[in-house]
T-cell receptor
Framework: QKEVEQNSGPLSVPEGAIASLNCTYS??????FFWYRQYSGKSPELIMF????GDKEDGRFTAQLNKASQYVSLLIRDSQPSDSATYLC???????????FGTGTRLTIIP | GAGVSQTPSNKVTEKGKYVELRCDPI?????LYWYRQSLGQGPEFLIY????????DSGLPNDRFFAVRPEGSVSTLKIQRTERGDSAVYLC??????????????FGPGTRLLVL
């Protein structure tokens, strides 16, 4: 079982709709959760992070964390063609600074 | 200020050769990380520096891989006797302190290594 699992996609969403990206992790001790966006041929760019159970909103993006279910998600509202990219979920622990990444979900926003 | 920079952006080498990949972190960042990303995969952790010392090198795949950060700023990842399987994008990231807390890691553009 992989430590961080994501559906590789591709996930196709119409422009203006909500895109929902999901991630599960196996280490119950994980304490920090990051979503990175990666355009083709580019490096990962941080979208948002979340540490506490519940929702965290930043503009069109909402991260949701459920530690009991070991599940973290990213919602993108009012999806734009520029949101088309691969979204990487990464998990970390305090005192262990490395991040463990999933394989990423490729998202395509259809105009 | 400037972000994380990496050189070269692309490196083509032959099997068995030695390569060095350089990373220049964000100014003032004491923590530096190396990751490797193969096609269709997420970044895979290699090594983490806190200042000049390697605090965690558990991700280095074997003893052909070595990294240094002699002055606590620029880091060099060294790969000896390269193999075709070493072909990947090597990403460097830095964070402010990395000490006992989780911080945002900012990634550089990567070095795309191709071993023929």
């Amino acid at each position: 079982q992989k430590e961080v699992e994501q559906n590789s996609g591709p996930l196709s969403v119409p422009e203006g709709a909500i895109a929902s990206l999901n991630c599960t992790y196996s280490d119950r001790g994980s304490q920090s959760f990051f979503w990175y966006r990666q355009y083709s041929g580019k490096s990962p760019e941080l979208i948002m992070f979340i540490y506490s159970n519940g929702d965290k909103e930043d503009g069109r993006f909402t991260a949701q964390l459920n530690k009991a279910s070991q599940y973290v998600s990213l919602l993108i509202r009012d999806s734009q063609p520029s949101d088309s990219a691969t979204y990487l979920c990464a998990v970390g622990n305090f005192g262990n600074e490395k991040l463990t990444f999933g394989t990423g979900t490729r998202l395509t926003i259809i105009p | 200020g400037a972000g994380v920079s990496q050189t070269p952006s692309n490196k083509v080498t032959e099997k068995g050769k030695y390569v060095e990949l350089r990373c220049d972190p964000i100014s003032g960042h004491t923590a530096l990380y190396w990751y490797r990303q193969s096609l269709g995969q997420g970044p895979e952790f290699l090594i983490y520096f806190q200042g000049t010392g390697a605090a965690d090198d558990s991700g280095l795949p074997n003893d052909r891989f070595f990294a240094v950060r002699p002055e606590g700023s620029v880091s060099t990842l060294k790969i000896q006797r390269t193999e075709r399987g070493d072909s990947a994008v090597y990403l460097c990231a830095s964070s402010l302190t990395g000490a006992g807390q989780i911080e945002t890691q900012y990634f550089g553009p990567g070095t795309r290594l191709l071993v023929l």
